[in-house]
């Protein structure tokens, strides 16, 4: 797992990997796999105090997020060592996982659930045969999971910045963070943001929760806005007797014997839904279920 030292990245700049990411996930888990992750971990499993013991510790941690991640027949061994990277894990045949955390865990332990979270999660990834091609798109999949079923929020909430320095974990920007989390507390019906203790988590929140109900408002979904609305007429105007359009808002016109249909992503998990394009349209995802009102 990295560490963000210096200049924090802001904004969205691996959107695209992401989103792809939460559509693995929805194709690997099913919708009811989903479903089952409904809850959140809870903060008081990750809580460290300074009392406690520190191997017995970041062991009761570990036990907890391989207990909230499903990973019943898994064991997760956390050690300390000195190390460039904040943490690591060997994938093997299992079940028992070595988890390494830079020794300045040793004193910081508010962030050790965080890493443990993101580490215990690419045990999960290794196991589910879920693995995307590259180390950063790798790493952006192993944070985005993380945050979409329910210890993510940790790996946030490490992101902390003062006028002489600033922390990071994970390959997500901060942004990014908040985004994944708000996609799942749009599903799960639930508000990460009670959680945070870092001052910095909850702007950062809020800017992808902005970006999240941006999914939802894009047409033809019945939620989109005015402007969207005047474009997505004109596309439609376009495509009638064209060999398609290239995707304009998220969304392509195709005209075939069938008539004109219209392609989207799913606002919930990103999978490609198509509709005939006649007025109003109720149409089910076909991956996470989800019902979507379409003005075609
Ligand atoms: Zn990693
Ligand atoms: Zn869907």
Known sequence: MSEGGGQVVRGFP????????????????????????????VPA????????????????????????????KARVVVGFRRMEHAAAVELTAGPEYFVELNDRFRTHRRDIGAALAHEITHVLLHRLGLEFRGTRDNEVLTDTV????????????????????????????????????????????????????????????????AKALGDLRRPPLTGAGWAGRRRYARDRRRAVGSAGTGPGDGYAFEDGPGGLRVSFACPVCHQRVRVPVRGRVRARCGLCRTVLECDT
Do not use: C, M, N
């Not at 520190?54 to 991640?69: C, S």
């Open 146 to 209: 993380t945050a979409y079923l329910g210890a993510g929020w940790l790996l946030l909430d490490a992101f902390r910045q003062d006028a002489t320095s600033s922390q990071k974990l994970g390959y997500l920007t901060p942004d990014e963070f908040g985004y994944v989390l708000a996609k799942r507390a749009l599903v799960f019906d639930e508000d990460p943001s009670v959680w945070f203790t870092s001052p910095q988590a909850y702007p950062a929140y809020t800017a992808g929760r």
């Open 45 to 72: 499993d990750a809580a460290f105090a300074d009392t406690e013991d520190l191997y017995p510790g970041a062991q009761r941690v570990a036990g907890a997020l391989v207990e909230h991640l499903r990973l019943p």
């Open 14 to 41: 691996h959107l695209d990997t992401v989103r792809s990411a939460i559509t693995a996930l929805h194709r690997r888990l099913g919708p009811d796999g989903v479903r089952k992750y409904a809850t959140s971990f």
